[in-house]
């Protein structure tokens, strides 16, 4: 039981490309299998942390993983909603080059002395870019099943909005902000132990 939050964790890591796959189909049926993996994806998440504190499995490794899991699943979304255009690539590229650095940094420090620790606002970067990438998909999977009987001129039109340009304009500045907010830590962190 103590291996399965990394399994899960795992899991999401390999969900995370079909996922992107299904999700730029131009088929309707594979097109609802990619929000169907995604909500897998999310489940898997919320069930890992919630296992780790269940039976103390808390690791080393898992704190690393989960977090990259999350950003992996994330990054395909935003990278599909990039390729069927609605989402401009500069802005994802932003927040993908934020994620991979603030990986790295905790992958170096594994003794923990930078003190690297996930900011209040980055925790609610996270929040808004979830709700974010879940509100496309929501629409996405009621065009896809017939729920939402709209033509695709309005479907289009829709995924084209301004609403989504501000949201997402709004995710890169705090992402950017929670950046260079880590980068300042870092720096004082370092000044510290001198």
Known sequence: MNHLPNILSI????????????????????VVLGVILFIVGA??????GLLARKYQAIS???KFLDPLADKVLTGFALVAFSSMKIIPLWMVLIVLFRDLLTTMIRTIDTSGRLNFK????????TFIQMAFIAAI???????????LEITQADYDSFLKSDWIDYTMLF????????????????????KKKK
């Open 137 to 147: 998909l929501f629409i996405v999977f009621l065009y896809h099943t017939g729920m």
């Open 43 to 48: 489940l898997t998440d919320y069930l890992d």
């Open 11 to 30: 899991f999401r890591l390999i969900l995370a490309p079909f996922f992107y796959v299904c999700i730029i189909s131009d088929n309707s049926q594979t």
């Open 171 to 190: 995710i890169v500045l705090l992402t950017l902000y929670t950046f260079v907010d880590y980068i300042l830590k870092i720096f004082v962190s370092f």
């Open 118 to 125: 996930t900011s209040e606002i980055a925790r609610i970067k």
């Open 60 to 62: 080393s490794v898992g």
